[in-house]
């Protein structure tokens, strides 16, 4: 049985993970990122910590399919990094130099939400698909596009930066990005909060969430279930925002079904069934929609995706 | 030199060429459409003229690469065809039924509009790019994804239905598809009409357009070209619908450029002006922009792309 490593590069931790080929999770485990000196110790770092891990399990680099690693910047189509923020890096090539310091192993590198996107469609919620395109509901909105197996990267590295498409031109408020209306300000768990605060100030509709001085995601899909009407509101402004763009995505690519994943996820089917109605509405061209399903794996979708990208 | 046969089935005329393998078109010809017997002798009628038309030259089967074939329909991943309104035809499987006819030659079959963005791509306005979208503003809008030279017909038969993303959801008018505010009743040359109409009817603004009994695309362009104020407005709303969009699709395939075909595009300049302008104040996330550029080969796309489908 051949093996290969998925390396899923974060701000604060790298996450690392052995595969068998057929996708079973051998070990995982997390070493700290070194951001000093720009982050120039992060791939050494890495290299250092698969060969121990290798000679942990009496295995050596030809036991290895290759090396897939996630990382959190746009990767062009030569496997180079122009420049990942959070990691310190400027004009990187990850495939290049972590090839390398590992004797010349297949290494491939994606950014870190395509290849969760690739993780989720491998072994979780989209395993059996072959295309698909995955929205990150977390503190922010991100997102990854794969078809016929392959991450869509882009021609400029914005492949699959779902979060930030203009669903509400009439916004005021400004998003992260600088834009104004971005997805991200509604789907977001920063956004559902944000709509929700919003709503309580500027209606008098009554509401458990009222009066309650601290409101997360959960708080509002919890109150959802229960039947306020407030907090449904909020629910269905997402499922509103997230079933239009899919609705456009579904005219541009047409994948066989989105992958929704991010901790407002895990509020599950209410969250479905409220993205489902507004998508279902909007795509009147196409007799058979795409399926839309959760996302299974978590943090695991990163490490899952990158070990796909060398087989 | 080897060859290859491009087709473009439409409902009144199946064009047809005959390419040198390095994208030299060497002839042009068109046969009519025998829509009876639900088109049933359709792929027979081509069949027979290729091969016309090969022996007119002393060529044989064995000079082509092979041909490939446009159809007004949606096709699926296995090259066949549920369904083509215009045609007649039902459940038709074009590619192993053209192939058979030909001595089982290799063929491939493409929706219409997406292989007329690929022969854009091969021969046209998007020439040198690996990653195009076009927008063909016809009659209708038309489309089409080419991501690393690979047509994306999607999973349903829906990708690069560009036309009918919703732009407008407080339009009341209803499109062709059966749904509101689509792209295609703001862009194409039926919907500038359209929007120039409701402006006369529903401002008082001085335009010299008004009180004339025919309006088409064309005279809009005209007039905006003349700094006609009412006719400048138009054509700015369709550059926000098609910026907006093409702003959302950046952020999904992000495609090296976007070509822009059909009767509307012969506008040329001021119609890129309009939708640049839209379209890099959406993008504020992606520094480096998708590139604009026309369609060249007008009517000679169909055939082109189909014969780069088979290289």
């Given at each position: 049985?051949?093996?290969?490593?998925?390396?899923?590069?974060?701000?604060?931790?790298?996450?690392?993970?052995?595969?068998?080929?057929?996708?079973?999770?051998?070990?995982?485990?997390?070493?700290?990122?070194?951001?000093?000196?720009?982050?120039?110790?992060?791939?050494?770092?890495?290299?250092?910590?698969?060969?121990?891990?290798?000679?942990?399990?009496?295995?050596?680099?030809?036991?290895?399919?290759?090396?897939?690693?996630?990382?959190?910047?746009?990767?062009?189509?030569?496997?180079?990094?122009?420049?990942?923020?959070?990691?310190?890096?400027?004009?990187?090539?990850?495939?290049?130099?972590?090839?390398?310091?590992?004797?010349?192993?297949?290494?491939?590198?994606?950014?870190?939400?395509?290849?969760?996107?690739?993780?989720?469609?491998?072994?979780?919620?989209?395993?059996?698909?072959?295309?698909?395109?995955?929205?990150?509901?977390?503190?922010?909105?991100?997102?990854?596009?794969?078809?016929?197996?392959?991450?869509?990267?882009?021609?400029?590295?914005?492949?699959?930066?779902?979060?930030?498409?203009?669903?509400?031109?009439?916004?005021?408020?400004?998003?992260?990005?600088?834009?104004?209306?971005?997805?991200?300000?509604?789907?977001?768990?920063?956004?559902?909060?944000?709509?929700?605060?919003?709503?309580?100030?500027?209606?008098?509709?009554?509401?458990?969430?009222?009066?309650?001085?601290?409101?997360?995601?959960?708080?509002?899909?919890?109150?959802?279930?229960?039947?306020?009407e407030l907090a449904l509101e909020v629910v269905?402004?997402?499922?509103?925002y997230l079933g239009r763009v899919m609705a456009?995505?579904?005219?541009?690519?047409?994948?066989?079904?989105?992958?929704?994943?991010?901790?407002?996820?895990?509020?599950?089917?209410?969250?479905?069934?409220?993205?489902?109605?507004?998508?279902?509405?909007?795509?009147?061209?196409?007799?058979?929609?795409?399926?839309?399903?959760?996302?299974?794996?978590?943090?695991?979708?990163?490490?899952?995706?990158?070990?796909?990208?060398?087989?």
């Amino acid at each position: 049985m051949k093996y290969c490593a998925g390396i899923d590069v974060g701000g604060t931790t790298v996450k690392m993970g052995l595969f068998q080929v057929d996708g079973t999770l051998v070990e995982k485990w997390e070493i700290p990122t070194r951001k000093e000196d720009s982050g120039s110790h992060i791939l050494e770092d890495i290299a250092e910590s698969i060969k121990k891990k290798l000679k942990e399990r009496k295995l050596t680099l030809a036991d290895l399919e290759g090396a897939g690693i996630g990382v959190p910047g746009p990767v062009k189509s030569d496997g180079s990094n122009e420049v990942c923020v959070n990691l310190g890096w400027k004009d990187r090539n990850p495939t290049k130099e972590l090839s390398a310091l590992l004797d010349g192993l297949k290494v491939k590198t994606g950014n870190d939400a395509n290849v969760a996107a690739l993780g989720e469609m491998w072994q979780g919620g989209g395993k059996g698909y072959n295309s698909i395109v995955m929205f990150t509901l977390g503190t922010g909105v991100g997102g990854g596009v794969v078809l016929d197996g392959k991450i869509v990267d882009g021609s400029h590295g914005a492949g699959g930066e779902v979060g930030h498409f203009t669903v509400n031109y009439e916004e005021t408020d400004q998003c992260n990005c600088g834009g104004h209306g971005c997805l991200e300000q509604y789907a977001s768990a920063t956004g559902v909060v944000r709509v929700t605060r919003q709503k309580l100030e500027n209606t008098s509709k009554a509401s458990a969430l009222r009066g309650r001085e601290h409101i997360s995601a959960k708080t509002v899909f919890d109150a959802a279930k229960a039947g306020d009407e407030l907090a449904l509101e909020v629910v269905d402004t997402l499922g509103m925002y997230l079933g239009r763009v899919m609705a456009t995505v579904s005219m541009t690519v047409d994948p066989e079904a989105y992958v929704i994943g991010g901790g407002v996820s895990k509020a599950g089917q209410i969250l479905i069934d409220a993205i489902q109605k507004h998508y279902e509405s909007n795509v009147t061209l196409i007799k058979e929609k795409a399926k839309l399903v959760l996302a299974t794996l978590g943090n695991d979708a990163g490490i899952c995706g990158a070990a796909k990208m060398v087989l």
